[in-house]
């Protein structure tokens, strides 16, 4: 029944597509090489601006929401001494409730719109791997990038982008080693987010750990319950169970574990091993778990590795500086490992700031990224060089008590990504007295 | 075996669950034609007040008490305020109006609650592959499923709250009062709602925590047919079981997918759920 | 776009005197109506573009891939009557479409891209319409909520491939060498955009339009009436879901050459749901009101997010704010606008030219658009 | 007693008499025979709602089935337009056998049928209801309409004319950018069957054509019915004995799912068995108009 006219008309359509076309291929890539760096946007006398995107709602804001509460802290503290070379930081933060679609709007807000000097802190895998080819194609500092993802480090693809966390696959080596020189002969299981911090930890345990694990399962964020794993975990007579989770992830394990009664040795990463955080979701039950099970008992015992001078670490100055921070510039907050991360971050970038001096560009700040000496706030030392964006290169491990303090049961180690040995760390920390930031 | 018996168990609870958020949407969707997109909100924020009664006072009880009758009087006052001036207007304008409500309410537990989690008690010992605490989820529902079907069979305010539901015009002709047996049927929704939300929310609470459960629910009560409140409480258990297991054997990362298949399996053979009614066509 | 407000009476139709005495002239294809429309249309956001800042630049490109999403559900829900909570579903597809083509296939124009990822958008739709044509009401708002809540991942299950919850990033590239340098690359990808966009709406209005619009509305009024008018309805509702599902699959293919990504976070039933949301603000029945809904998505939470900003509250409360003013808007507008903002305008028109001409008895047809419609069956 | 004779012809036994009107002409079912039921039996679960009915409808008549409510009227009208199959029997259409056909296939066979409850469609206007009904007459498809091509435009064109006339021809041309929710219950009867009349259709069903309409209006009706005959069929199931007899060529009536009478409207009127049908209806109170 088709007309003439439509065939006509389908044709010219047709066509002018097929004109359209000498745009050539969507998916190669185009010429133009990286902006000029060498300029300083977002920079006035007394100002930077600085921003970041952050789950402020959504299903992943629980547990992230309050990094950029601690980074604001230690900027306002920071502010009020007089600015990092006599600039006050402008800190401005973006929620994209962890929507990759949602962090390219807002990172491309902050730059074009916010003008941003630089990207601090970015959080997410999936949502930060989205605009690092878009920050450094214009030039944007990206630093400390706030997941343990491997990609961060690609000097020579991204060179304005700078990991912060120890990556997931280092500290996997760590947790590995230690596992294999404290529990030998057990039967171990890995519980996995089943997404790169999944993959590339397990990349890093299986270096040490090979036979003795007995059972690998992997957990989705979105479906909260754990029981099926750990039951699976129980039935194959697996003694240590090394939980690669968030913090809401390794709170439910250790309950299905309660619940079932199963009790191997908890080994988890330093992204689920905060324990003013798991305390706070878990004592509750460890009370209601009845006379057997002595009060608290859900946490205590735990083995976490860390890499930060959290709320914990009672005698370490960086811990005490930081808590001081917080009673000042957020006492509504609670004080937790969260709160030292962004704090932690943010007193990094401030570092670098200072280092990059009163003459201020972008490229000078990403020179200042990989010259500078960051002693401290960190345990270990960050694996920034001329080819290296890697954050932290290692952790300690610390086993939390039952009044969820924790005891340092191995020092600080670092190690590489690839086949290197995990050594003990033992250069001295400054503290934080003889790190001065602000004034002249 | 011994697994799948586990995850059987396993499943039984969460479908209790499954079925009392969804035998709630079920009261309402028969009382005012509205699938009510707030049940979770109405519940979230029951529990939360449950949460804010049981720290002050230290007693589970006593917030549960107030979660059952915060429950009842939201659904109360969100019938009175909001779903009367829409549920005459398009079936959309309901859907569009309990989703904003729903907005608002979990913004407003964020704003009192924060973002972050929280510890959420269970109502006994959590302990056991079927937990004191399992057994009073599964009980709790079945005895309230139960008590809604009585009251609706054989008690006079059921007959008139059927009545006010399905002739409201002859219903106001023999004297019922129409509009207030569509409030109670809200509050009673809610109530239930209120339950399913203490049962389903722990270990923690956070303002999303029930949007999952909320999705797998209203899949319940559409397999069971929307207006059969038993066919959605077998709904809820079979597919908490089935779902347990597909977690369990295939993969945690399925269980949307599989609940989608169920789904549209079972809506192609019966395109009103499992026991719903077809709809007489109308000529 | 053109003036596609059918449903409403009178006014809206061109010739509406003349009747049967009219001589037999030539008649004017609506095509070329629609496609002299769109070329104006394209000019003004061509000047909107240099007339504005590169950021914004990119809000008029995101109006744009909302616009046809929304609209495709405006031809799904507000025409037909179908209600769809899982309209992200398609976004998905066609994301993810330009995705691996423009990571596998690199040599593909991207012209060629967008048309595949509403291809395989449309091959879905087809085939969950197929599935929804007997699905009624609350059945088949279930059913697309599960599809948004269950396609999604399928990235879980092909991490390969897919990339599991990371999503897949790439970058698009479209500007001709010619106007690299030239032309700033926000500008240049919100025009690309708004040509797909256009051309999309040109069809949509012809089907909006013309008899098939009719034919969809006859089926959300009345399924029996209209078989027995010699509709299709399973054909028809189908068809519905097709063009909708063409117009969410190049939303989704428009945003992933946009910004790079796709990822399964971005489609979230929240999405779906907000798409719903802004077609129900802007206005059903009519492809303007898909306009207002767009425009409403993007600035809406710019605005709130500003003016939570302005106050300096605390965290929680600032953190929490958008969301909740989201939500009153939506509530209150339907309890007080509910044909939305295209309704709320198209009153106001025709009590102006009620006031005009009082003789016209104009406002009659005032009550007449009041009225409640009936979406879905009675 | 000629009515029991003529109801056994009916009867499965004698099914080979099938020439079930009297009056009608003795000749094949084919070319003469617009619509043919043949044997037709409905059940609903354990009600009868058909019972081995037949009828024969012939060109360019008026054809009033009549009975009192229940009596299997509407259920009669569904099985022709196949909203229900009939569990047993068949139906001829110009002497071909109707095969499982669906209602949207009617137009195009050539036959309309209005409601009982009208279903307008609420949401479009009165000239938009009736080119619904015109889409028999659209030549180009679905991808000139998409399209928008000249062609579309040109059916669009014509729809709508054909459209407008019919509504003049009804006297409702003046109401056409109305929606139908505002009109008076007469001038949305008018719609409805402009609707469809406008396909043109050679056999038109009119479910209760008269129920709710003023006696001008009816006398209005009378007259229309009467001019439809010059150019088309038309089947009415009512329950106004007296517009029935007024316009009615042919009559068949119902009781319980069975023909019981069928005839000229003066042999109808006549037959005890019809008297009998109705009297036992006693509580029918639609029979007022005192036929």
Known sequence: MRSPRTTRVLAGVLASALALSACGGAGETGGGGNRSADSAPGVTDDTVVIGTHQPLTGPAAPGYSKISAGARAVYSYLNDAGGINGRRIEYKVEDDAYNPTKTVEVVKKLVLEEQVFAIVGGLGTPTHSKVVEYLNGEGVPDLLVSSGALMWDDPRKSPTTFGYQVDYTREGKIQGKFVKDNFAGKKVAYLYQNDDVGRDTQAGLDRFLTDEVVAREGYDPANTDVNPQLSKFQQAGAEVVVCECIPAFTALSLLAAAKIGYKPQFVLSSIGADPATLKGLVEQFAKQAGADVPGEALLAGVIGTSYLPGPNLTDDPWSTFFREIHDRYAPSEPFTDTMVYGMVQAFTFAQALKAAGRDLTRQKLLDAMTTTSFDGPGLTPFGFSADSHSGYTGAQVIRINADATVTVIQPPHVTDRGDGPVEPHTEERPSPDEVVLTGS | MNTIWHLVLNGISSGAVYAALGLSLVIIYRATRVVNFAQPALALISAYLAYATTKATGSYWLGFAVALLAGTLLGVLVERLLIRRVSRRSELSSIIVTLGLLLVLQAVAGMIWSNEPHAFGYAFDFRGRFSATDLFAVSAVLVTAAGVLLLFKFTPLGLRMRAAAFRPEVAKMLGVRVGLMLTAGWGLAALVGSLAGMLAIPPFISPNVLDKVFVFALTAAVLGGLDNPVGTIVGGFALGIGLSCISGLVGPELVPLAALAVLVLVLAVRPSGLFGRTIARRV | MTSTNTSRPGVAEAPASGGLDRPRTRVVPPLLVHLLAALVALAAVVALTLLTDPFTNLRIATVGYYLVAVAGLALLTGFNGQVSLGHGAFMFIGAYTVALLVLHVPAFPLWADLLLAAVTSGVAGLLAGAAAARLHGPYLAGATLALAVGLPAVTQRFPELLEGSNGLSFTVNSTPDALVGVVPPTRWQAWVVWVAVLLALVVLANLARGRLGRTLRAVRDDEVAASLAGVHVGRTKVLAFLVSAVCGGLAGGLQAFLLGTAAPGSFTPALSLSLLAALVLGGLGSLWGALWGALALVYFQVWTEDFSDLLHLPTNVADNLPLALYGVVLVVVILLFPHGVQGGLHHLRLRLLASRSPRRGVTDRVTDADDPRSEGEA | ?291
């Open chain 4, 1 to 291: 007693m000629p009515l029991r004779d003529r109801h056994a012809e009916t009867s499965p036994t004698n099914a080979h008499f099938s020439s079930a009107v009297e009056m009608r002409p003795m000749t094949s079912d084919s070319s003469d025979t617009l619509l043919a039921v043949r044997g037709v039996t409905v059940r609903f679960g354990g009600l009868v709602a058909l019972h081995d009915v037949e009828l024969t409808i012939r060109p360019r008549t008026v054809v009033g089935v009549i009975g009192p409510n229940g009596a299997g009227k509407t259920t009669l009208f569904n099985v022709v337009c196949g909203f229900v199959r009939p569990d047993s029997g068949t139906l001829h259409w110009r002497g071909q056998r109707l095969r499982r056909h669906r209602p949207h296939q009617l137009a195009k066979l050539g036959i309309s049928r209005t409601m009982q409850a009208l279903g307008l469609f609420a949401g479009l206007t009165v000239l938009e209801n009736v080119m619904t009904g015109a889409n028999r007459h659209a030549g180009s498809g679905t991808v000139a309409a998409l399209l928008g091509t000249a062609g579309s435009a040109r059916d669009e064109r014509d729809l709508r004319e054909r459209a407008l006339a019919v509504l003049e021809e009804l006297d409702v041309a003046d109401v056409r950018d109305a929606l139908p929710g505002s009109l008076p219950y007469g001038v949305q009867k008018r719609v409805a069957l402009a609707r469809a009349l406008v396909a043109e259709p050679d056999l038109l069903l009119l479910d209760e054509p008269a129920s709710g309409l003023s006696s001008a209006e009816m006398d209005e009706l009378v007259g229309r019915l009467r001019w439809l005959r010059e150019s088309t069929t038309v089947v009415l199931v009512e329950h106004h004995m007296d517009l029935v007899m007024r316009v009615c060529d042919e009559i068949v009536v119902l009781n319980f799912g069975e023909v019981i009478a069928t005839g000229t409207p003066e042999r109808v009127r006549a037959d005890p068995l019809v008297l009998d049908a109705y009297l036992g209806n006693a509580a029918d109170g639609e029979e007022r108009a005192g036929a």
